[in-house]
C-alpha cells in the first residue's frame, strides 16, 4: 500500500543553520536601529527635572532636536541629525523634509502624528526652546514633547 507523500521513514530532522541566519539577521536589525535612535541623543545636554514625567511610547514617527546651551557664550545651539545649527530657522526645512518622509513610512499604520521631541538643556532660556517650537510649527508639526528626568541626578 502506498503511503502518503514523504520521502522516508524515521522523525524529521531540525535544521538550526537556516534558524541562526534569520536571528542573525534580526539581531543586526534591531542593533541598527537602536543605534541610530541613541545616535541622535546629544549626552552633552542635561536635561530638567520633571517628578511626574511619563515614558514616551515608540510606537510613531518622530524626529529630535537638541537644543545645548553654551554656557561660556550665553547662547544655545540647535542639534538636529548630528548637525549644529545657531539659528532655529534653519531647522524649518530639515523638520519639514523630516514629517513628509516619517508620514509616508507610516502611512496606514497608526493614525498617530509625526511628533518632534526637544531635549533642552536645563540650563537653556526658554527664548531659545520657544524658536525651537516655532520651527516645529513652521514646519507643520503641532505634536511636540519635551524630555525630561523624572529624577534628580
Wanted: net charge neutral; charged share 25%; with cysteine.
Amino acid at each position: 500500500m502506498a503511503g502518503g507523500g514523504g520521502g522516508g521513514e524515521g522523525e524529521p530532522e531540525f535544521q538550526i543553520a537556516p534558524m541562526v541566519d534569520v536571528l542573525l539577521v534580526i539581531l543586526i536589525f534591531f542593533m541598527t536601529i537602536t543605534s541610530a535612535q541613541v545616535l541622535r541623543v546629544d549626552k552633552s545636554i542635561t536635561l530638567p527635572v520633571a517628578p511626574n514625567a511619563m515614558k514616551k511610547e515608540n510606537q510613531r514617527k518622530e524626529a529630535i532636536v537638541n537644543v545645548r546651551w553654551l554656557e561660556d557664550q550665553k547662547t544655545a545651539q540647535f542639534v538636529f541629525d548630528d548637525k549644529v545649527y545657531t539659528e532655529a530657522s534653519e531647522l524649518v526645512p530639515l523638520l519639514k523634509n523630516a514629517r513628509v518622509a516619517g508620514e509616508k513610512m507610516g502611512a496606514g499604520k497608526t493614525e498617530m502624528p509625526f511628533r518632534v521631541v526637544i531635549r533642552g538643556d536645563k540650563s537653556a532660556t526658554a527664548m531659545y526652546i520657544s524658536q525651537a517650537m516655532n520651527a516645529c510649527a513652521e514646519a507643520g508639526i503641532s505634536d511636540i514633547s519635551f524630555s525630561t528626568v523624572n529624577r534628580g541626578g
